[in-house]
């Protein structure tokens, strides 16, 4: 079946610094794959995807490159913020099973 | 669009008591998906539901639990006899009829602790 691993945390670190959170999968066909997050009291929401090999998701700032000949998809920032903090979870979309596959989450504290 | 919408947003009840939580999906959504979350882990997933129909159930959703959705808008998830296992988060999310897009929208969640 369809499983996402993500590294563990939690992963403290100083403002503007660079965060990278790995993320590895196993699928079969070609899923879609997510970067969800979710802040202090807040539901999960979507902050990036990419459907295909080789496509770049971001937003905010984050980016993550669907890497197929690796099974990865590592989310990456260039310089967090204090209101990055949150936990952020991997996930994959199969069209044929109609469901989100999560991993466990990654929290992150960024410090001033 | 007023979101997902879930309640209550906690619930605390006796083992052994029957409890009922409700998800009322973006409106014009006709996917429907029920996961539960404990602490430190990520959601898994438990149904599904396309319009009123349930089309896949997780083997982690035991005889005890049963999801409905008349009419294909609001949905609803039961655990009869709780047990102090089934304290968790509920995660209801809803998604569009295009099944080329897989976003999922989220609600804030149900904490139910058993006691």
């Known amino acids: 079946g369809n499983s996402v691993t993500q590294m563990e945390g939690p992963v403290t670190l100083s403002e503007e610094a660079f965060l990278t959170i790995n993320c590895t999968y196993t699928?079969?066909?070609?899923?879609?794959l997510f970067w969800y997050v979710q802040y202090p009291g807040e539901g999960l929401q979507l902050l990036l995807k990419?459907?295909?090999?080789?496509d770049k998701g971001s937003n905010k700032g984050f980016e993550a490159t669907y890497r197929k000949e690796t099974t990865s998809f590592h989310l990456e920032k260039g310089s967090v913020q204090v209101s990055d903090s949150a936990v952020y979870f991997c996930?994959?979309?199969?069209?044929?099973?109609?469901?989100?596959?999560f991993g466990t989450g990654t929290k992150l504290q960024v410090i001033p | 669009d007023t979101g997902v919408s879930q309640n209550p947003r906690h619930k605390i009840t006796k083992r052994g008591q029957n409890v009922t939580f409700r998800c009322d999906p973006i409106?014009?959504?006709?996917?429907l998906y029920w996961y539960r979350q404990t602490l430190g882990q990520g959601p898994e997933f438990l149904t599904y539901?396309?319009?009123?129909?349930?089309?896949?159930k997780s083997r982690l959703l035991s005889d005890r639990f049963s999801a409905e959705r008349p009419k294909g808008s609001f949905s609803t998830l039961e655990i009869q006899r709780t047990e102090q296992g089934d304290s968790a988060m509920y995660l209801c999310?809803?998604?569009?009829?295009?099944?080329?897009?897989?976003?999922?929208?989220f609600g804030s969640g149900t904490q139910l602790s058993v006691l």
């Open positions: 699928a079969t066909g070609y899923p879609s």
């Open positions: 999310a809803s998604a569009g009829s295009d099944r080329r897009n897989e976003k999922l929208f």
């Open positions: 996930a994959l979309y199969s069209g044929g099973y109609q469901k989100v596959t």
């Open positions: 539901f396309q319009n009123e129909a349930q089309l896949e």
């Open positions: 990419a459907t295909k090999a080789d």
């Open positions: 409106s014009e959504h006709n996917r």
